[in-house]
Every structure is written in structure tokens, then in C-alpha cells.
């Protein structure tokens, strides 16, 4: 009697996806930390019926039209991912720090009023008078705040300061801004994304397989969650498989392909 193999398979893996622009693939990049990769496909048959005997019956039954979906959840919700689930284009602004580019004159109007300084994320801030010979000292002369939200920082002059600020007096402030990054999604800009998906299994048990599909068009799919306070918020996408126009040998597969790593 014949051993009975046993092929159970448990265990997570990683997602990969190459953007495909105009029929040419991109650079590789992970697609980020996913809690379930399903695939489903559907067969559509040409069948032919035998009406030679007295029962007729079905006799051949070729392989018409298959196609594929991929049902993918994933957890990270970083601006790429959220450009791919939107069909969007993000743009980064970055600005590098510049020593004195951040200046700011109050004229003091009474004390306990909060100005606003000009500028984003500021650091080593100096504030002095009109005439930038006297240095004001934080804390005795003035008080600062910040918004962590907005990076906006304020400034509240202290009466009786040793530093002699009175009402009316201008006050110059200058400071360097950090570095930051503003980010901008302009939502379904693109009418589909479209790349290779290879999914590469990490087996607990089983064989390692890795899963390579051409050429997929990805959507978003499901509910997309803004807040949450109870649990991970997901982002849930749809990939349907197609055939990719750059596998051009007849004796390969145009859709994916499976390897597999067998650990001894």
C-alpha cells in the first residue's frame, strides 16, 4: 500500500508589488503588512453533448475563459497604500532646515495675548528687540507654545520680565524651520493601477511556495474605516488577474506561475 502523502500548509508570507506604467515594469516594492491574500478563479467550459444514443449525454468539455481575483486586507495604512487603495497620485513637499528664514515682528499689545510666530516646526528660536541688541530669555521675558498638530508655536510676553518688555515695544523673533514632509492624495486621478503581484509564503509546516501573477489591475474594495478606536483599521483590495502582453512564449503562462521551496 501506497504512503499517504501529506501536504498541509500553515504559516503567513510577504506581498510584493512591481507597477506596470504603459506596459513596463517599475522597481519591486513591498506591498505592505497584509492579513489575508485569497484567490479565487472561475472556469467557463464549452461543452458538446452526445446525441448519438438513446440518452444524451455530455462527451467533451474544453476550458473556455478562466479568470482570477485577488481578495487582499492589509493593516498598513501609509500614504502609498492609501494612493493604490484611491487610485491617486501623493506629492511630497520637503522642506529642509534654513537658519533665519522663519521671521516674525510683534508688536506687543498687551501681555498675556499669544502671537503666533510665522513658520512650521521651528527650532532654536531667539527673540530680541527692535533694535536685535537685547536677547529675551524664555521663560522669564516670554513663554512659547506648540500645536503638534499643526506645528504652529506662540509666543506669550511675561509683564515684569527682567528683559523690560512694555506695551507697544516691537519684538523680532527669528527662527530655523525642521524638517518636515506635507503630503497631498488627489483621490481617483487613474482610472485603474496596474502591476505584478508575487506573494512569497513563510511555511510553519509545509512546502514554501511563491506566486508570481503577471499582471494584475488592483481596486479597492469593502469599507474603508476612518476611525476606529476598537480594533486596526484596514485597507481591502481587489486584483483581477489578466494576461500579461510581456510573457511571450507560447509555453508559458501568460496569468502566474507557482514555485515552490520544500524544506528537508
Known amino acids: 500500500m501506497a504512503a499517504q502523502s501529506k501536504f498541509y500548509n500553515t504559516g503567513g508570507g510577504e506581498l510584493f508589488f512591481t507597477p506596470m506604467v504603459d506596459g513596463v515594469l517599475g522597481t519591486e516594492v513591498d506591498f505592505g503588512q497584509t492579513e489575508n491574500i485569497t484567490f479565487t478563479s472561475e472556469n467557463e467550459t464549452l461543452e458538446h453533448d452526445n446525441t448519438e444514443s438513446c440518452v444524451v449525454y455530455e462527451d467533451i468539455s474544453i476550458l473556455k475563459k478562466v479568470t482570477g481575483t485577488l481578495a487582499i486586507d492589509t493593516i498598513e495604512i501609509s500614504p502609498d497604500m492609501l494612493t493604490k487603495a484611491f487610485l491617486g497620485t501623493d506629492y511630497t513637499v520637503l522642506m529642509p532646515p534654513a537658519a533665519g528664514t522663519a521671521r516674525t ?39 512659547l507654545s506648540y500645536n503638534d498638530k499643526t506645528g504652529v508655536s506662540s509666543i506669550t510676553f ?37 502591476g505584478k503581484l508575487r506573494f512569497v ?40 488577474m489578466l494576461a500579461s502582453e510581456l510573457i511571450t512564449d507560447p509555453n508559458l503562462s501568460k496569468l502566474f506561475v507557482i514555485n515552490a521551496v520544500s524544506k528537508v
Request: net charge negative; with cysteine.
Open 105 to 143: 515682528d510683534v508688536t506687543v499689545a498687551s501681555f498675556g495675548t499669544a502671537y503666533e510666530i510665522s513658520g512650521f516646526y521651528l527650532e532654536n528660536i531667539v527673540v530680541k528687540d527692535d533694535t536685535d541688541t537685547d536677547t529675551y530669555v524664555l521663560n522669564v521675558d516670554y513663554n
Open 158 to 194: 511675561i509683564d515684569g520680565g527682567s528683559g523690560g518688555i512694555t506695551v507697544s515695544d516691537i519684538i523680532h523673533i527669528v527662527a530655523d524651520n525642521l524638517e518636515y514632509s506635507s503630503i497631498r492624495i488627489e483621490a481617483f486621478t487613474q482610472a485603474s493601477i496596474f
Open 201 to 240: 509564503s513563510c511555511a510553519a509546516n509545509g512546502i514554501s511556495y511563491e506566486y508570481t501573477f503577471h499582471k494584475v489591475s488592483l481596486l479597492s474594495s469593502g469599507d474603508y474605516a476612518l476611525k476606529s478606536a476598537e480594533d486596526f483599521i484596514t485597507l481591502s483590495f481587489e486584483g483581477k
